[in-house]
């Protein structure tokens, strides 16, 4: 086995055979591996979507979206905070759709000793933007488990306008260990554009 990787990395492989005492045979070619995305997240924790393709969910994260399309939430390269990718959460025509991304398993007894650091930017200029912070129990039932924690007013007066917000989890007694965000429908073919998420401790863990 090898040990001391890192979790979602690419590695270039190359083996040879030990033939004899100072004797190898020729490299084989490479081998490109690909590690595991992290079962439990380590704090501090930062996410600037970088290690994501563009068009695609983002990289160890999970998502849903109620829609039929299964086009969101995706990484994009425009509008973003910092560097040259974010995420995108989407709605469509119908009034029901939801959107939403969740964090791996963060390794803490409980996220109320946690906080949430984010940038957000709005695709509007619209005063009913609301972005709800929460956790989720169940990854494979993320609206399911949804709990909401706190919910973050995005309305700024000129479109695509980037601020930071920060969260506090102390309030929340529950046992989930993934973080979620989540946007309800607002109007047609709105977005909101997270980037530069930072999960960190609050205080000293429970």
């Avoid at 509008?79 to 119908?94: D, E, I, W």
């Avoid at 791996?104 to 650091?117: F, G, Y």
């Amino acid at each position: 086995d090898v040990v001391g990787l890192n979790y979602n990395t690419i590695y270039y492989l190359y083996a040879r055979a030990i033939c004899g005492e100072n004797s190898y045979s020729e490299w084989a070619p490479y081998q490109v591996v690909t590690t595991d995305c992290y079962q439990l997240i380590k704090l501090p924790y930062n996410e600037d979507f970088e290690e994501s393709s563009a068009n695609s969910n983002p990289t160890c994260w999970n998502s849903y979206y109620s829609a039929t399309s299964t086009a969101f939430p995706k990484v994009v390269t425009t509008p973003v905070n910092s560097g040259t990718k974010a995420v995108q959460l989407k709605n469509t025509n119908a009034t029901t759709t939801v959107s939403y991304i969740a964090t791996a398993e963060i390794d803490v007894e409980r996220l109320s000793s946690c906080r949430v650091k984010f940038y957000a930017c709005p695709s509007v200029a619209k005063k009913n933007i609301v972005l709800s912070v929460g956790a989720v129990s169940d990854i494979n039932n993320i609206s399911g488990t949804f709990e909401e924690i706190e919910t973050v007013n995005l309305y700024k007066t000129t479109a695509k306008v980037w601020e930071e917000y920060i969260v506090s989890l102390k309030k929340y007694q529950g046992t989930a260990k993934h973080i979620a965000f989540k946007m309800n429908y607002i109007t047609a073919s709105t977005y909101v554009y997270l980037d530069d998420i930072t999960v960190e401790f609050e205080k000293a863990c429970y």
